[in-house]
């Protein structure tokens, strides 16, 4: 069992960055492949990047391709989502899931642990 645990949401203006961090419980966090979805307000939920169990292996939507990174740090069970150059069309609810049996996902039906989500609002 995972529980994953989202923060470093905020209201921030177009162009600037926030740093996402997702903390997970459990002791089989460091062989799960991780990723970052989002949710906008009345649209469905969207992949924005994927990191492999070792980090070796990132994958990113190309909508956030250049401006966001992912990374993870196994040994305090922790990933991160900075992002950089913020655009308005980045707002939305931020999740983090985890993945038992895939190497690679960037569908919601790849993860079988969610967060709650943290919101990241951009404005002009």
């Known amino acids: 069992q995972v529980q994953l645990v989202e923060s470093g949401g905020g209201l921030v203006q177009t162009g600037e960055s926030l740093r996402l961090s997702c903390a997970a419980s459990?002791?089989?966090?460091?062989?799960?492949?991780m990723a970052w979805f989002r949710q906008a307000p009345g649209k469905e939920r969207e992949f924005v990047t994927s990191i492999s169990w070792n980090g070796d292996s990132t994958y990113y939507a190309d909508s956030v391709k250049g401006r966001f990174t992912i990374s993870r740090d196994n040994a305090k069970n922790t990933m991160f989502l900075q992002m950089n150059s913020l655009k308005l069309e980045d707002t939305a609810v931020y999740y983090c899931a985890a993945s038992t049996y895939y190497a690679r996902s960037s569908t919601t039906r790849g993860y079988d642990y969610w967060g709650q989500g943290t919101q990241v609002t951009v404005s002009s």
């Open positions: 459990g002791r089989t966090f460091s062989s799960k492949t």
